[in-house]
């Protein structure tokens, strides 16, 4: 056999993906250089708190496969949230109201 019908002999550390989970409140990781484990509080730009089964609250940073989920490396990502609807409005600019007509000023409101 030819050494080219091998293909490439060292080209096996190809990096393996790490998924990707939503770091939803009250899912229980483990921190992967310290082993700390613990339910996360809340997210805060770009940590995380964690809090263990004596109370105790710990802050880590969001690294890529940085935490244990049932003991396989995952790299938590904040949650995603539901877009806010944009606001409708008017000519004028001001917001506008679904279902109102446009009305005058009071009288107590020209000079």
Not at 15 to 43: N, Q, T
Request: glycine share 12%; with cysteine.
């Amino acid at each position: 056999m030819r050494s080219h019908s091998y293909g490439d002999v060292l080209g096996g550390s190809r990096k393996r993906k790490v998924p990707e989970v939503a770091a939803e409140p009250g899912l229980v990781v483990e921190e992967a250089g310290g082993g700390f484990c613990g339910a996360i509080i809340k997210i805060e730009y770009g940590n995380l708190v964690l809090e263990d089964r004596h109370g105790k609250h710990r802050v880590f940073p969001l690294l890529p496969a940085g935490f244990l989920l049932e003991g396989k490396p995952v790299t938590l990502v904040p949650p995603r949230t539901a877009a806010q609807p944009a606001s409708v409005r008017s000519a004028s600019g001001s917001v506008a109201v679904a279902g109102l007509r446009a009305r005058t000023a009071r009288d107590s409101r020209i000079w």
